[in-house]
């Protein structure tokens, strides 16, 4: 089905973290999110609304310590901005041939400006989110069923023409419909472990430990930040495995965050972990390691000495769209799927999967899912119908950690996301605050028409996104 973008406007709210969190170079205490609404007409003349939300985040889509965090928004914004302008200048084509038609121009008019294809990806992602869910609401359709209709129009092999000859119509019809899906709680390199790491209580209702968060949502899995010092990093998590390994079972995801410069420094940190005898149960549980490289090195030589110890992802790396054909190559494994990167992006890098597997005879390609601050509400929603559409078990979870439920947001927003996914969600006497029971959420309410919400949030509260300061004078 064909269509065009008849308007598009973004706007944008801020937020507050309960504690601070550290991931990599930067310790966020707050936030912005940015909220994209969309407007298209299709062939016959129906028109109709959807939404998108993603925070502004800092220090993750580009790390250069030469630009503070405003700059790093100001190049999100930006990307925004040339997305939208790029679409409502586009003639009428299905929701994936928008992508198409759009992906090299945005990389190419972003490049121009600075923005390389990994920061490009968020403004691109927005629209298209928002294009799909006015599409899907307009046919009446979840998430799910959208892509077994195949609504979007799904041609993988027009950007990855290694996927010529692929049945992406097959793997699409066979698209799972959202159930229940295991939280993969993060444990930043700030988080207190136990009780005496607290410097300071917040005292909210909520978990503020390992311990606690442990003790409350009963997770399964888990995601471990890692900061680059072997040292520091065996003494964190031998703390961290105090903990975990009183737990019946777990299972552990290492994110090395890009801290280490080599692949030689990330399998020194590997081998540090064998050796130490606290770390036995930890180092078992290890399912990946995620972009233990810095980005700039992660694509140069072979990852293979690390991979053949635990499969490998890139998550930073993946930039332009062929980064994972370039990383399988290197011996790495996987790549992290996350909406703020691109929902269709996400599709073509599962039908790799898929081919690749086939291709072995057995599955050794795969998606990870992994967060980047979700907050409650729209965001949280469309991140988890993506990933479960996927089929993927578990998905990385923080923000309900770090901002306590819908906080910033209107109270008649959250009372509305509650009473039409109260399974998601449970009514404390703090608000609405997204709900783990034995580690796992449930989310078939999400199976609503629409890209993963039957609400949208109210823009009238919020403001106008601010026009992009982009590029800074000293670029």
């Known amino acids: 089905m064909k ?38 007409r299709t062939e016959d003349g129906r028109e109709s609304e959807g939404m998108a939300a993603e925070t502004l985040a800092a220090k993750w889509f580009d790390k250069n310590p030469g630009l503070n965090d405003a700059d790093n928004q100001h190049q999100l914004r930006r990307t925004v901005e040339i997305a939208m302008t790029e679409a409502l200048a586009a003639p009428a084509h299905t929701a994936f041939g928008h992508f198409v038609a759009s992906y090299l121009p945005h990389v190419v008019a972003c490049g121009a400006e600075g923005l390389d294809p990994l920061v490009a990806s968020f403004g691109r992602a927005l629209v298209d989110r928002a294009a799909f869910d006015a599409l899907l609401r307009l046919e009446g359709l979840a998430f799910h069923e959208g892509l077994r209709a195949d609504l979007g129009g799904f041609e993988p092999a027009r950007l990855a023409p290694e996927l010529a000859g692929f049945d992406a119509r097959a793997m699409l019809a066979a698209t799972p419909a959202p159930s229940r899906i295991h939280a993969r709680h993060t444990v930043g390199l700030l988080d207190p472990i136990t009780n005496a790491d607290l410097a300071e209580r917040v005292d909210d209702g909520l978990p ?6 442990a003790g409350t949502y009963r997770h399964v899995w888990w995601k471990l930040k890692v900061g680059g010092d072997i040292h520091a990093d065996v003494d964190r998590l031998c703390r961290i495995a105090s903990v975990l390994d009183r737990l019946d079972r777990y299972h552990v995801t290492l994110d090395g965050n890009e801290q280490y410069e080599d692949v030689a420094g990330s399998l020194a940190l590997w081998r540090a ?25 992660a694509l140069e030589k072979g990852m293979d000495a690390l991979a053949a110890e635990r499969p490998v992802i890139i998550d930073e790396s993946d930039g332009p769209l062929d980064a994972f ?41 795969f998606l990870s899912a992994e967060d980047l601050t979700t907050l409650a509400g729209l965001c949280v929603q469309q991140d988890l119908a993506l990933v479960s559409a996927l089929g993927l078990p578990h998905v990385e979870r923080n923000g309900h950690h770090f901002i306590a439920g819908f906080a910033g947001q209107p109270k008649a927003d959250a009372a509305r996301f509650l009473a039409a996914h109260a399974d998601l969600y449970s009514d404390t006497p703090r608000g609405p605050h997204l709900s783990i029971r034995a580690g796992e959420i449930d989310i078939g309410s999400l199976a609503a028409p629409g890209f993963g919400s039957a609400v949208l949030p109210d823009v009238s509260t919020m403001r106008p996104m601010a026009k992009a300061a982009w590029p800074v004078s000293s670029q």
């Not at 598009?8 to 940015?34: H, S, Y």
């Not at 503020?208 to 968060?213: G, K, R, S």
């Open 3 to 40: 269509f065009r973008f008849l308007g598009l406007n973004a706007f944008e709210w801020n937020f507050t973290l309960r504690m601070p969190f550290r991931f990599g170079v930067i310790t966020v205490r707050d936030g912005i999110q940015c909220v994209v609404r969309a407007r298209i």
């Open 325 to 365: 054909v370039v990383a399988r190559g290197l011996g790495y494994s996987g790549v992290s799927t996350k909406a703020c990167k691109g929902f269709w992006r996400s599709l073509i890098n599962l039908a790799r999967c898929r081919a690749w597997n086939a291709d072995l005879g057995h599955a050794r390609y």
């Open 273 to 297: 972990m064998q050796a130490e005898p606290r770390l036995s149960r930890l180092c078992a549980s290890v399912a990946l390691i995620e972009q233990p490289v810095k980005r700039a090195r």
């Open 208 to 213: 503020e430990t390992l311990e606690q968060v």
